[in-house]
């Protein structure tokens, strides 16, 4: 069973940074495309950033240049540095894991969230 749990979330002022930490269990991130998105009040989940199989990066352009997505092979876990922080960043922030299931495409499991606050 594919377990994803997030930490990392608080409140922080503006220009401020954190870091986002998902630790994966029963799959692993090396293997597969990992993310993580986010969700504001009253707004759809949005992809914040995202590592494809093939190590392609990819980041929303609200969080290019200050936002950096990255994987530990070794924890199963991965990591979303984010700095100089805005208010509009505050959302709660899950993680995913598609987890390849051959020809029948890929699973996506998400971490319950955590929130980050942004204030100004």
């Known amino acids: 069973q594919v377990q994803l749990v997030e930490s990392g979330g608080g409140m922080v002022q503006a220009g401020g940074s954190l870091r986002l930490s998902c630790a994966a269990s029963g799959s692993t991130v090396s293997a597969n495309a990992i993310g993580w998105y986010r969700q504001a009040p009253g707004k759809q989940r949005e992809m914040v950033a995202t590592i494809a199989r093939s190590d392609t990066i990819n980041y929303a352009d609200s969080v290019k240049g200050r936002f950096t997505i990255s994987r530990d092979n070794a924890k199963n876990t991965m990591y979303l540095q984010m700095n100089s922080l805005k208010p509009e960043d505050t959302a709660v922030y899950y993680c995913?894991?598609?987890?390849?299931?051959?020809?029948?495409?890929?699973?996506?499991?998400w971490g319950k969230g955590t929130l980050v606050t942004v204030s100004s």
């Open positions: 995913k894991l598609a987890v390849l299931r051959g020809v029948f495409g890929t699973t996506d499991y």
